[in-house]
C-alpha cells in the first residue's frame, strides 16, 4: 500500500533546450553527483500518507482520513528463527492519537488476511525549521560570494575569509588584468605532528589582494608538508570558482605557483581511470582539486616555481612564494583552536567513504596502516606478557623511534635484530630445553647462557670485546650531539649493568642524584625510569624511555634543530650495534672466528 499525492502533473512537451540543461548541470554536479548536497526539505510535502508507525509503542496506525484510524498493533510469535518476520495484526478502529507529531510515515505489505507482514521506507517526518550547520566565521565576515559554505572549506580557507572588496577585486582581475596569479605552501611541526598551509591570491598589476592561512587534517602519523601544500592549492582552487561562479565570469587566466612539482602535477592532472588512484597518497585532497580545476569556467594553468630563491634573476612569483611560506610558517601558534589540526574533520559534500584509525583519517599508507592495525595487538599483548609490563609502562616506551631505527635497517638485517631482541636467538639454553646439550655458557663456563647473560659474561676475551663496543657507542653519542652529561649518566648505569660483579639489588643513582637545576631533574626523571621501571636489558634492546630524548632536547643550547625521533632512532641503532657485536663474538667462540676455525672445529667433532 503505497502513499498518494496532492500534485496534478500537467501533459508537458519534452524539453528542447538540452545544451541549456547540459550547461547547468556541468557546472552542479560531477560524475553524477552534487558538489553540495541538498539541506532538509522544508516546503510541505506533496505526500499523502495514510500509514505511519510509533515506535515507542510499536504500533502501526492507518489513516485514511483525518477522522478515521485505525492501530495494528505486533503479534508476538512463539519461536523466533533467523526467518522470522515482525507481523502486525490486521487494523481495528481506535480513536485519534494523541501524539501524530512522533509518527513515522511509512509504508506496509500486507497478507491475504489483511496482517502487515513488513515496513518499508519509515523515515523520520522533516520539522519545518530549516537546521543549518554553524559557521565558523563571524556572520558579518562571510562575502556573498562565500554564503552557505561548507565547514571543512571554512576550515581550509582559514579564519580570516576574503572580504567582499576582496571577492570583487579577484573577479575585476580575471575580467581586466592579464592574468590572475596564485600561490600556496606548506608547513610541517615536527614536536606536534600538525601542519599547516599559506595561500595568497594576487595580480601583476594589484599585487596582493588577499591572503591567509588555514590547517592540514589527517592522521598525526600521516601528516606531511606534502598534505599542507595539497590543502592549500584545494583552498585556493575553491575560493576562485566561488568568486568567478558567482560573477558569473567565463573567461580570464588563473595561474597557480607552487614550489612542490608532485603536489602541483596531480593536482592539475586529471586522474587515470581504474582504482589505482585511490591509493595514491592524500588521494581525497588530489580528488577535490582535481574535481574544482575542472569545474573553473576560467583557463587555469599551473607552474612551479623554485622555493626560496636566492639568485639575481627574482621575480613577483618568487616573492609571492616567499610569503606564502611565511604565512605557513607563522600559522601554528597563532590560529584560533578551531582551526588548528584535527586527526578527523566532518566531510566535504559529497565524499563517499573513507577509513578511520585511532580518530584520524586515513590518507596515506594504507596497507602499512591496515597491517599496523591488524598485527599490532597480538604483538604488544607478547611484549607486555614477556617482560611483565603494564600496558601504561609499555606506552612508556619510545616506539616511534624504535621504529624508525627498524626500518633504516635491511630487509636480510629485519631477522637477526627481531630474534635478539625477542629473545629468540640460539643459545645454549635454548640447546638444552630442544635438545639436552649442555646450557653452561662457552665464554665462563659457568652460568646458564642466556642471551642477558651473553652481554654480562665475564669472561676476559668476552669482557674486553663489551670494552671496545662501549667506545663505540659513546662515539656515535658524540656524534649525534648528544649532551656530555646525559651520555655520562646514561652511560655510567648501562656500564653498571653490563658489570657482573653488580648486584642487582644495590643502588644506583646518577651523577645528577639531588640537583635541583631543571637539566639535571630531567636527566635524573629519564635514568630513574629506565633503570626502575623499564631496566637496562630492555635498554640495550632499543627500548629506550621517552624521558630521554626530553632531557636531550632541554640540554641544547637554543636555536639548535632538534628532531627526537631521529636522535632516539640513531641511538637504538647504535645499541643494536652494541649487541650485535657481542653476539658475532658470542659465535667466534662456539662455531670459530673464520671459516678455517669453524671447520677445524667440525673435523675435530667427527
Given at each position: 500500500m503505497l502513499c498518494t499525492s496532492r500534485l496534478h502533473w500537467p501533459a508537458w512537451q519534452?524539453?528542447?533546450?538540452?545544451?541549456?540543461?547540459?550547461?547547468?548541470?556541468?557546472?552542479?554536479?560531477?560524475?553524477?553527483?552534487?558538489?553540495?548536497?541538498?539541506g532538509p526539505w522544508v516546503a510541505p510535502s506533496h505526500q499523502v500518507w495514510q500509514w505511519f508507525y510509533e515506535a515507542s509503542q510499536d504500533v502501526v496506525y492507518l489513516c485514511p482520513s483525518t477522522d478515521q484510524w485505525f492501530s495494528c498493533s505486533r503479534l508476538t510469535s512463539s519461536r523466533t528463527?533467523?526467518?522470522?518476520?515482525?507481523?502486525?495484526?490486521?487494523?481495528?478502529?481506535?480513536?485519534?492519537?494523541?501524539s501524530v507529531g512522533i509518527f513515522l510515515p511509512t509504508t506496509v505489505n500486507t497478507m491475504a488476511n489483511q496482517s502487515i507482514c513488513?515496513?518499508?521506507?519509515?523515515?523520520?517526518?522533516?520539522?519545518?525549521?530549516?537546521?543549518?550547520?554553524?559557521?565558523?566565521?563571524?556572520?558579518?565576515?562571510?562575502?556573498?560570494?562565500?554564503?552557505?559554505?561548507?565547514?571543512?572549506?571554512?576550515?581550509?580557507?582559514?579564519?580570516?575569509?576574503?572580504?567582499?572588496?576582496q571577492c570583487s577585486e579577484v573577479a575585476v582581475a580575471l575580467r581586466e588584468d592579464t592574468e590572475l596569479?596564485?600561490?600556496?605552501?606548506?608547513?610541517?611541526?615536527?614536536?606536534?605532528?600538525?601542519?599547516?598551509?599559506?595561500?595568497?591570491?594576487?595580480?601583476?598589476?594589484?599585487?596582493?589582494?588577499?591572503?591567509?592561512?588555514?590547517?592540514?587534517?589527517?592522521?598525526?602519523?600521516?601528516l606531511s608538508s606534502y598534505r599542507a601544500e595539497l590543502s592549500g592549492l584545494l583552498a585556493?582552487?575553491?575560493?576562485?570558482?566561488?568568486?568567478?561562479?558567482?560573477?558569473?565570469?567565463?573567461?580570464?587566466?588563473?595561474?597557480?605557483?607552487?614550489?612542490?612539482?608532485?603536489?602541483?602535477?596531480?593536482?592539475?592532472?586529471?586522474?587515470?581511470?581504474?582504482?589505482?588512484?585511490?591509493?595514491?597518497?592524500?588521494?581525497?585532497?588530489?580528488?577535490?582539486?582535481?574535481?574544482?580545476?575542472?569545474?573553473?569556467?576560467?583557463?587555469?594553468?599551473?607552474?612551479?616555481?623554485?622555493?626560496?630563491?636566492?639568485?639575481?634573476?627574482?621575480?613577483?612569483?618568487?616573492?609571492?612564494?616567499?610569503?606564502?611560506d611565511q604565512l605557513a610558517t607563522t600559522a601554528y601558534g597563532l590560529l584560533p583552536r578551531e582551526f588548528q589540526t584535527?586527526?578527523?574533520?566532518?566531510?566535504?559534500?559529497?565524499?563517499?567513504?573513507?577509513?578511520?584509525?585511532?580518530?584520524?583519517?586515513?590518507?596515506?599508507?594504507?596497507?602499512?596502516?591496515?597491517?599496523?592495525?591488524?598485527?599490532?595487538?597480538?604483538?604488544?599483548?607478547?611484549?607486555?606478557?614477556?617482560?611483565?609490563?603494564?600496558?601504561?609502562?609499555?606506552?612508556?616506551?619510545?616506539?616511534?623511534?624504535?621504529?624508525?631505527?627498524?626500518?633504516?635497517?635491511?630487509?636480510?638485517?629485519?631477522?637477526g635484530i627481531s630474534k635478539m631482541i625477542h629473545n629468540l636467538s640460539n643459545t645454549h639454553r635454548q640447546n638444552r630445553l630442544l635438545y639436552g646439550h649442555s646450557d653452561l655458557c662457552p665464554g665462563c663456563r659457568v652460568n646458564e647462557e642466556t642471551f642477558e647473560h651473553v652481554l654480562q659474561c665475564s669472561h676476559a676475551p668476552t669482557a674486553l670485546v663489551c670494552t671496545e663496543a662501549l667506545l663505540v657507542l659513546d662515539q656515535s653519542l658524540t656524534a649525534t650531539a648528544t649532551n656530555k652529561k646525559v651520555s655520562e649518566v646514561m652511560l655510567g648505569g648501562f656500564r653498571d649493568w653490563l658489570d657482573p660483579n653488580f648486584k642487582s639489588d644495590r643502588r644506583s643513582s646518577p651523577s645528577t642524584f639531588g640537583s635541583v637545576c631543571p637539566h639535571d631533574m630531567l636527566i635524573t626523571a629519564a635514568y630513574t625510569h629506565q633503570f626502575h621501571t623499564l631496566g637496562w636489558y630492555n635498554f640495550c634492546l632499543g627500548r629506550i624511555s621517552s624521558k630521554w630524548h626530553e632531557a636531550v632536547r632541554a640540554c641544547l643550547t637554543p636555536r639548535t634543530p632538534f628532531h627526537h625521533l631521529q636522535w632516539g632512532s640513531l641511538l637504538i641503532s647504535a645499541l643494536w650495534k652494541f649487541i650485535k657485536t657481542l653476539w658475532q663474538h658470542r659465535n667466534g667462540l662456539v662455531h670459530g672466528s673464520d671459516a678455517v676455525a669453524n671447520a677445524k672445529r667440525i673435523l675435530t667433532g667427527l
Open positions: 519534452r524539453p528542447t533546450s538540452w545544451s541549456s540543461w547540459r550547461h547547468f548541470l556541468h557546472h552542479i554536479s560531477a560524475r553524477g553527483r552534487l558538489l553540495q548536497e541538498l528463527t533467523r526467518q522470522s518476520q515482525t507481523l502486525y495484526s490486521s487494523p481495528q478502529p481506535c480513536g485519534a492519537p494523541s513488513s515496513l518499508h521506507s519509515a523515515l523520520e517526518l522533516v520539522s519545518a525549521e530549516h537546521s543549518t550547520i554553524p559557521d565558523l566565521w563571524s556572520p558579518e565576515t562571510i562575502p556573498p560570494e562565500f554564503f552557505d559554505m561548507p565547514t571543512n572549506y571554512q576550515r581550509l580557507i582559514g579564519p580570516h575569509p576574503p572580504s567582499a572588496f596569479l596564485g600561490c600556496s605552501d606548506g608547513s610541517y611541526v615536527d614536536t606536534t605532528g600538525q601542519c599547516y598551509h599559506g595561500w595568497i591570491l594576487a595580480s601583476e598589476v594589484r599585487q596582493t589582494i588577499t591572503e591567509g592561512s588555514g590547517p592540514g587534517h589527517g592522521h598525526p602519523d600521516l585556493l582552487v575553491y575560493m576562485v570558482y566561488r568568486i568567478s561562479s558567482y560573477h558569473g565570469i567565463h573567461s580570464g587566466t588563473f595561474r597557480i605557483h607552487c614550489d612542490n612539482k608532485s603536489a602541483l602535477a596531480k593536482a592539475v592532472t586529471t586522474a587515470p581511470v581504474g582504482i589505482t588512484p585511490f591509493f595514491t597518497s592524500d588521494y581525497d585532497l588530489i580528488a577535490l582539486i582535481q574535481l574544482h580545476f575542472g569545474l573553473l569556467p576560467i583557463s587555469a594553468v599551473g607552474k612551479w616555481v623554485k622555493g626560496h630563491y636566492s639568485g639575481d634573476k627574482k621575480k613577483y612569483k618568487h616573492d609571492l612564494n616567499d610569503r606564502v584535527k586527526g578527523a574533520i566532518p566531510p566535504p559534500p559529497g565524499y563517499r567513504i573513507r577509513l578511520l584509525s585511532q580518530n584520524g583519517i586515513i590518507t596515506s599508507k594504507y596497507y602499512t596502516m591496515l597491517s599496523t592495525a591488524h598485527h599490532d595487538q597480538p604483538l604488544v599483548e607478547y611484549i607486555v606478557k614477556k617482560t611483565k609490563w603494564s600496558p601504561a609502562t609499555f606506552c612508556t616506551v619510545d616506539w616511534a623511534a624504535h621504529d624508525r631505527a627498524f626500518r633504516r635497517l635491511s630487509r636480510f638485517q629485519h631477522i
